[in-house]
């Protein structure tokens, strides 16, 4: 199995993260979100790196992009005013014409990104597959909004969420399958085996923003899954489909996003419980306070306040020790630092 590797961190800004949400949050500059990816080859991704970098700093833009010889996976803002500057620049990139972007669904109070990160990367997604071992083209076909309503109504249907469990813990289609796993690689590895009952029915997927589904579906046809669809432009794309075109949203509750908003409210319900008390709903996402824990949790307003943004008392208490000795645990007992999306995280007890 292939290892995902940064090959290249570009311009590293090494102020703290407080500093750096400080200068962006004080800017006032208004951004547009957005996310676009695509299967492009790229003969020569360093170069690319670094023109990608110097062009969207020049325009202010913040974000975290993935090249690789396979394609480019963005997550990114622009500032509104250089909107089209961006849009030309994008334009003028053969690779990049006709690339769809998906623009979020809503923005928050502050902004989605405090740093430019432009990185080289061996895949554009980690899903620990060898792309020489099947066909990668041979994708499902795609479903408009539209399709995948039918598809949600359809009895016949089996509808799967390829995301990890912490997001379709806080969101996902009505009676949709949604794995408990922590990585893509993971879902990947069960997928064959949990759906092989569903063997012959028609299988639709999802995922964010639709680039999981495109190696997931090829994936699953390569395990002799042969009605295999899945949801163009994925979750964002749905939710504006559905507000043009005036249909039904089967999609309950929020979005995860992997920025600082941590997710778009698409269906008004909330569906998740407090990870800390277990029983007051909420879907708001926290990390806590104490840097050498960080874990992701969910978090009801009284449990917040109680313990002060911290997972528990345990971590409020750490985090009043001197900064040397802190460090020291720090460097002795934090295993999964930067992992902080990934298997750090909480569940609530039910
Ligand atoms: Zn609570
Ligand atoms: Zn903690």
Redesign the pocket.
Known sequence: MMREQKVESMKKDMRPRDEKKKTVVADGIERTTLSFYGYVPFENPKFFCEELFERLHSLGCLGRIYIAKEGINAQMNVPKKNWDLFDAYIKSRKELIGIPYKIAVEECDTPSFYKLTVKVKEKIVADGLSDDLFDVTNTGAYLSAKEFNEYVEDEEAVVVDMRNGYESEIGHFEGAITPEVDTFREELRIAPELLKIHKNKKIALYCTGGIRCEKASAWLKHNGFEHVRHLKGGIIDYKHQVEREGLQNHFLGKNFVFDERMGERIGNEVISYCHLCSKTKSDTHYH???IA???LFLGCNACIEKKNG???Y??MTFDKLPEGVKNYFTRNTHLNKGAQFKKHRMKAKR
Do not use: G, V
């Open positions: 806590c306070k104490n824990c960080h874990i911290y997972c528990s345990k971590c």
